[in-house]
């Protein structure tokens, strides 16, 4: 149990389809998700290869988290570990709306460069069932990441798609590096935790 009374633990790497489910459900609605996939179908098809890109070596690296049986879940990559970014292109391409193609690839280009260089946890994604929202359960899944990456003495990154999810993050000690949002993108927010000493 964590501090906020949730059961939080590390996902087996066969549990892809749980934590899969549940982040599905927490991104329907969220702005820059959708203005890649814009159309229900798009987005039915094309979230879980998204997801994946990240959501595969999460769990071989025992970085996913489920919270309270699937109610909530985390996607980190440990140091060292990184995503299938070759893997983002083809599916923004096949999946987005072609006048939108100019506006996210600057969206990436911009990513890159706030993506830090160093060793670090990056919190890919994070999301609770829409209807356990307002629970704790966000709190839970951070403080669960957050304290190993303490216990490595590393910075955490993430990039909030929810300016309303921002004061929570900055409550865990993370800082805002800027706004990526050109032209009609929804604001999407690159944020750094600095290491803090092994307790």
């Not at 999460?58 to 699937?70: I, N, Q, R, T």
């Not at 050109?182 to 604001?187: G, I, L, N, Q």
Request: aromatic share 8%; with cysteine; proline share 10%.
């Amino acid at each position: 149990m964590t501090a906020t009374g949730h059961e939080v633990r590390v996902a087996h790497a066969s549990e892809g389809d749980a934590v899969m489910a549940v982040l599905m459900l927490a991104f329907a609605t969220d702005p820059p998700m959708r203005y890649i996939f814009a159309e229900p179908g798009a987005y039915a098809a094309g979230f879980r290869r998204m997801a994946d890109v990240t959501g595969v070596p999460s769990l071989a690296a025992g970085g996913a988290y489920l919270a309270d049986g699937g109610a909530a879940a985390a996607l980190w990559l440990p140091p060292g570990v990184e995503g299938d970014t070759a893997a983002i292109g083809p599916l923004v391409q096949a999946f987005a709306r072609p006048e939108r193609l100019p506006v996210l690839r600057s969206v990436g280009a911009a990513l890159r460069r706030f993506h830090p260089e160093r060793p670090h946890w990056y919190l890919s994604m994070i999301g609770v069932d829409p209807t356990r929202q307002g629970q704790g359960l966000g709190s839970a899944l951070l403080e669960a990441g957050l304290a190993r990456c303490d216990g490595d003495g590393a910075i955490a990154y993430l990039e909030s798609s929810n300016p309303k999810n921002i004061p929570l993050y900055e409550r865990y000690g993370f800082e805002a590096l800027g706004v990526i949002e050109p032209e009609d993108f929804p604001p999407l927010t690159p944020m750094l935790r600095p290491a803090r000493a092994r307790s």
